[in-house]
């Protein structure tokens, strides 16, 4: 009987690295979906310390409670220039794992490589807090660096918001927020692979389907229902940005990974911000997968995505001459 030829690995060779290592840690926990979900949480984040570590340091680093809501952020300086710009990062997770400690190396290498503050925001979890709780955080952190970000020296004309995976989703989803408070959006939005359609519908879904590219369908359920109070939540366009009017949203970058379940949706959106007028710098990420930027210490396709949004943020943040 004749043998049918392997399959050729279609993901880039360090990035195939990072998925495998990243599997062999969770399989250290053959029981994970039964646990608790704190416990399943401690896990990640023991999981993903080694690829957090490391990376660029800060000239300091601070976390506070800010606005009316009290939420925590932390701050991320690579130098003490006055009238600085700012990212806020807004981290993915299902908007149900992850912190700002999971990806603090994230943060640290935007700041670095754009020469730019970083905020990141430490937002309520789902399922224990459902849609939009998590957005109101990140409005109120919005506020508070536009009202107060002069006096410690963030320049609040230059505030730019980006997240990865549902980081993704809650970027654009804050911003559309503004637009219908009828205040302006941010500066510019920086999108890494975002989660923006609560139906799987799209080919990417079956053709990436599986653990071995880091994400899948099943696992997307669960985070939208973890986030959804109700089935209603799920169409609205602030949860499900898709399904939203994109007129007047700020200039985009969309770091897309092709081996990725939600490639095709990223596609989509960012086909329907250029038809609605904005602005998109659209990258796809041949040989990539769901998370794969935080490779960065492995990965030199990593380490070029990061540093062309870094590029692509530190010109769309530079002081008008």
Not at 1 to 18: G, Q, Y
Not at 215 to 244: C, G, H, K, Q
Request: with cysteine; aromatic share 8%.
């Amino acid at each position: 009987m004749t043998e049918s030829p392997a399959i050729a690995d279609d993901l880039d060779p360090d990035i195939r690295r990072f998925q495998r290592e990243m599997a062999a840690s969770y399989g250290r926990y053959p029981d994970f979906e039964q646990l608790s979900l704190p416990e399943r949480r401690r896990i990640a984040e023991e999981v993903r310390a080694p690829w957090t570590s490391g990376g660029p340091v800060m000239h300091r680093t601070e976390e506070r409670l800010v606005g009316p809501l009290g939420v925590r952020i932390r701050i991320h300086r690579p130098d003490d220039k006055p009238a600085a710009p700012v990212l806020i990062y807004v981290h993915g997770g299902g908007w149900t794992m992850f912190s700002l400690d999971t990806h603090d190396r994230l943060m640290r290498e935007y700041a670095a490589r754009a020469g730019v503050v970083v905020v990141g925001v430490d937002y309520s979890l789902s399922p224990e807090a459902k849609f939009p709780v998590a957005l109101d955080q990140i409005d109120s952190v919005i506020g508070w660096l536009r009202s107060e970000g002069t006096a410690h020296g963030i320049d609040p004309a230059r505030i730019a918001i980006g997240g990865d995976s549902v980081g993704g989703n809650m970027t654009v989803a804050a911003n559309l927020r503004l637009l219908a408070a009828g205040k302006p959006p941010l500066a510019a939005m920086l999108i890494n692979y975002g989660a923006f359609d609560s139906r799987p519908a799209h080919p990417s879904y079956q053709r990436y389907d599986g653990p071995e590219y880091n994400l899948t369908i099943a696992e997307m359920a669960v985070f939208w229902d973890n986030y959804a109070r109700t089935p209603a939540d799920l169409d609205n366009p602030f949860a499900s940005p898709i399904r939203a009017d994109l007129a007047g949203l700020p200039p985009a970058f969309f770091a897309i990974a092709e081996c990725d379940v939600l490639a095709d949706e990223n596609r989509v959106l960012a086909g329907r911000m250029i038809k609605a007028g904005v602005s998109v710098d659209l990258n796809v990420y041949m040989g990539a997968t769901h998370s794969f930027v935080e490779a960065v210490s492995i990965s030199p396709l990593a380490d070029r995505a990061l540093s062309e949004a870094s590029a692509w943020l530190a010109a769309r943040l530079k002081s008008p001459a």
